[in-house]
């Protein structure tokens, strides 16, 4: 079974500082991981996967999320965070084990807002 | 525009009433996914296609829902007997099954919001 958590329901930060949204996995093979965001009233916008190779994955926007497997993490970041960032951030996880789901299980999201 | 394209945008229907909602994922893409989304929830599964496949389903996806994708290009999301419960954000997704690595990542439509009054 694959899942994912997201422990902070909302993360507050000032433009311009460093961001950063926390996202655990659970998954019985090898993990495939997502950060997707959502403003309101919108689908899902793709930010970023990681899949194999280097650990810290960059994606738009200037976001990136770091890979760590004894952690069973995949936090999201950004340095320098802009009051357009504000939105909903959903980490999703796929096992890649032999017979794992093609389906990825999304988190229920953090909140993240910036304050100018 | 070549992104996965959801109608209607928005659907208010009473309680006990049938509705449909379309898909039409990215063209090249042969998985689709249907979700639900709550209000402070993160997307729920419901459904899955390979091509024109469904393989697998949710045990959120009721007797009264049903999904199609014939010839393995657009979908349809079909809810009978409506209830208030039903009301939620229903997206689509879509994406191109390769080799291990490769475009993994779905892409989502905007979403159909249904309120069932």
């Known amino acids: 079974a694959q899942s994912v958590a997201q422990p902070e329901d909302q993360v507050n930060v000032a433009e311009g500082n460093p961001l950063t949204v926390k996202c655990t996995y659970s998954?019985?093979?090898?993990?495939?991981l997502f950060w997707y965001v959502q403003y309101p009233n919108r689908g899902l916008q793709f930010l970023l996967k990681y899949i194999t190779g280097d650990n810290l994955v960059k994606g738009s926007y200037g976001f990136e999320a770091e890979f760590n497997k004894s952690q069973t993490s995949f936090h999201l970041k950004k340095p320098s965070a802009l009051v357009s960032d504000s939105a909903l951030y959903f980490c999703a996880v796929r096992d890649f084990a032999s017979g794992g789901s093609y389906i990825p299980t999304f988190g229920r999201g953090t909140s993240l807002i910036v304050h100018p | 525009d070549t992104g996965v394209s959801q109608n209607p945008r928005h659907k208010i229907t009473k309680r006990g009433q049938n509705v449909t909602f379309r898909c039409d994922p990215i063209s090249e893409h042969n998985r689709l996914y249907w979700y639900r989304q709550t209000l402070g929830q993160g997307p729920e599964f419901l459904t899955y296609?390979?091509?024109?496949?469904?393989?697998?389903k949710s045990r959120l996806l009721s007797d009264r829902f049903s999904a199609e994708r014939p010839k393995g290009s657009f979908s349809t999301l079909e809810i009978q007997r409506t209830e208030q419960g039903d009301s939620a954000m229903y997206l689509c997704?879509?994406?191109?099954?390769?080799?291990?690595?490769?475009?993994?990542?779905?892409?989502f439509g905007q979403g159909t919001r249904l309120t069932v009054v």
């Open positions: 296609f390979q091509n024109e496949a469904q393989l697998e």
């Open positions: 997704a879509s994406s191109l099954g390769g080799p291990i690595g490769a475009n993994t990542e779905a892409f």
């Open positions: 998954v019985s093979g090898n993990p495939y």
